[in-house]
């Protein structure tokens, strides 16, 4: 099946207009996204039991946490709250 005979057999499905059915299945989409960035950075503070970045930047500059992984979860963490920005400025717009 196609997207668009996909598109057009929910929207019949579910009575709802097929721009509206776009529109809440990329809200969905987007939302879904943050969860999993959330997601992933909640994994990355209990890893190392900080509640931000920058304290697990100290972490690292202070030997508490190990450089390796810790600088690549760093930068994971920081990519992640950019990506999560940019999402959300998407559903504001």
């Not at 920058?54 to 508490?64: D, F």
């Amino acid at each position: 099946m196609n997207v668009q005979t996909a598109t057009s057999s929910l929207s019949h499905q579910f009575g709802l207009p097929e721009t509206e059915l776009i529109h809440k299945s990329l809200l969905a989409f987007i939302e879904k996204e943050i969860r999993l960035a959330e997601l992933e950075i909640a994994n990355i503070r209990e890893r190392y039991t900080v509640f931000s970045k920058e304290e697990l930047y100290q972490a690292i500059q202070n030997g508490t946490a190990v450089e390796h992984p810790a600088w690549e979860d760093y930068i994971i963490w920081k990519n992640k709250l950019a990506h999560i920005v940019y999402l959300r400025q998407i559903t504001a717009e």
